[in-house]
């Protein structure tokens, strides 16, 4: 049975920085693209980031504009685990941050992933 489990949320200060993990059991999914998702309080959920998986990957990550510059994905196959580096934290950055994974990527960012984790709140004050 897959399972996602994102850890590494919680509260920080406007300016500071959190790095989410999502580790990944099941299947071994190096070959699949990996990313993260986030859904703010009356919000839909919305795309942040992406990574490609082994064999399909030019080195290419994928981040929504807004976080352009100040986060960053990646991933460590050996562990199944995705991770993202967030800094320069913002208010507007507040949401419960899902990791999501998908054999494709184009699938993946259009929020069509197969595996969902239940998420991680971020609360960023101002």
């Known amino acids: 049975q897959v399972q996602l489990v994102e850890s590494g949320g919680g509260l920080v200060q406007a300016g500071g920085s959190l790095r989410l993990s999502c580790a990944a059991s099941?299947?071994?999914?190096?070959?699949?693209?990996m990313g993260w998702f986030r859904q703010a309080p009356g919000k839909e959920r919305e795309f942040v980031a992406a990574i490609p998986g082994s064999g399909w990957s030019d080195g290419s990550v994928y981040y929504t504009d807004s976080v352009k510059g100040r986060f960053t994905i990646s991933r460590d196959n050996a562990k199944n685990t995705v991770y993202l580096q967030m800094n320069s934290l913002k208010p507007e950055d507040t949401a419960v941050y899902y990791c999501?994974?998908?054999?494709?990527?184009?699938?993946?960012?259009?929020?069509?992933?197969?595996?969902w984790g239940k998420g991680t709140l971020v609360t960023v004050s101002s």
């Open positions: 999501a994974v998908d054999g494709r990527l184009s699938d993946l960012v259009r929020s069509l992933a197969d595996y």
């Open positions: 099941g299947r071994t999914f190096s070959s699949y693209a």
